[in-house]
C-alpha cells in the first residue's frame, strides 16, 4: 500500500513538473512583465544612468536631446568590460550623442548595489544650491521594479520618479 502511496505521489509530482516544463514560456512572460516597470515619459530636473550596457547611456542621451532632462547623472564606478569607469565612459557616449558636456555629471565612488548607487544620486543632490524634484531612473527594464523600491526607499515620496 505505502509503495502505491508513494507512486502515486511521485507520478502526480513529475506530471506537474511536465505541465511546468511545458508551460514555462507563457510563466517566464507573465514574471517578466511584473518586473518591467514604465512611466510615460516626462520632462525631470535630471536623468539618472545607472551603471549598465551602453544602450541605457544612448537612451538617455536621446531623452535628453529630446528636452526630457536639464541633466544626465551617471553612477557606476569601474567598469570590468571596458576598462574604464561608467561615468567616464557614459560621458563619452553621451557627448558622441550630441549632450553638452556641461550637462552631464558624474560619480564614479565605487558602488556595489542599485542601493549604492541611489545613495550617490542622493548625495550629489544634498550638495547642489537648488532642489531636485524629479528624476527619470535609466536601467535594464527588468530591473525597474526593484529599482523603484530602491528609489522610493533612499529619496522619499516625494521627489517625482519616472521610470524610463
Same mark, same amino acid.
Request: proline share 4%; hydrophobic share 40%; net charge positive.
Given at each position: 500500500?505505502?509503495? $502505491?502511496?508513494?507512486?502515486?505521489?511521485?507520478?502526480?509530482?513529475?506530471?506537474?513538473?511536465?505541465?511546468?516544463?511545458?508551460?514555462?514560456?507563457?510563466?517566464?512572460?507573465?514574471?517578466?512583465?511584473?518586473?518591467?516597470?514604465?512611466?510615460?515619459?516626462?520632462?525631470?530636473?535630471?536623468?539618472?544612468?545607472?551603471?549598465?550596457?551602453?544602450?541605457?547611456?544612448?537612451?538617455?542621451?536621446?531623452?535628453? $536631446?529630446?528636452?526630457? @532632462?536639464? $541633466?544626465?547623472?551617471?553612477?557606476?564606478?569601474?567598469?570590468?568590460?571596458?576598462?574604464?569607469?561608467?561615468?567616464?565612459?557614459?560621458?563619452?557616449?553621451?557627448?558622441?550623442?550630441?549632450?553638452?558636456?556641461?550637462?552631464?555629471?558624474?560619480?564614479?565612488?565605487?558602488?556595489?548595489?542599485?542601493?549604492?548607487?541611489?545613495?550617490?544620486? $542622493?548625495?550629489?543632490?544634498?550638495?547642489?544650491?537648488?532642489?531636485?524634484?524629479?528624476?527619470?531612473?535609466?536601467?535594464?527594464?527588468?530591473?525597474?521594479?526593484?529599482?523603484?523600491?530602491?528609489?522610493?526607499?533612499?529619496? @522619499?515620496?516625494?521627489?517625482?520618479?519616472?521610470?524610463?
Amino acid at each position: 500500500m505505502a509503495r $502505491k502511496k508513494a507512486a502515486l505521489v511521485a507520478a502526480a509530482v513529475g506530471l506537474m513538473g511536465l505541465t511546468l516544463f511545458l508551460a514555462r514560456e507563457p510563466i517566464l512572460f507573465k514574471v517578466g512583465d511584473f518586473l518591467v516597470v514604465q512611466d510615460k515619459v516626462q520632462v525631470v530636473d535630471v536623468i539618472h544612468v545607472i551603471a549598465g550596457p551602453d544602450e541605457s547611456t544612448d537612451y538617455a542621451a536621446r531623452l535628453f $536631446k529630446q528636452g526630457y @532632462g536639464e $541633466k544626465i547623472f551617471f553612477t557606476g564606478g569601474w567598469c570590468r568590460e571596458h576598462k574604464q569607469n561608467h561615468g567616464d565612459r557614459g560621458r563619452e557616449r553621451a557627448v558622441a550623442n550630441g549632450v553638452p558636456s556641461e550637462a552631464i555629471v558624474t560619480d564614479d565612488s565605487p558602488v556595489t548595489s542599485t542601493y549604492s548607487e541611489v545613495m550617490r544620486l $542622493k548625495a550629489w543632490m544634498a550638495g547642489r544650491g537648488e532642489p531636485i524634484r524629479s528624476v527619470a531612473s535609466v536601467s535594464d527594464p527588468y530591473h525597474m521594479r526593484r529599482a523603484r523600491w530602491t528609489y522610493r526607499h533612499i529619496l @522619499g515620496e516625494d521627489l517625482e520618479l519616472r521610470m524610463a
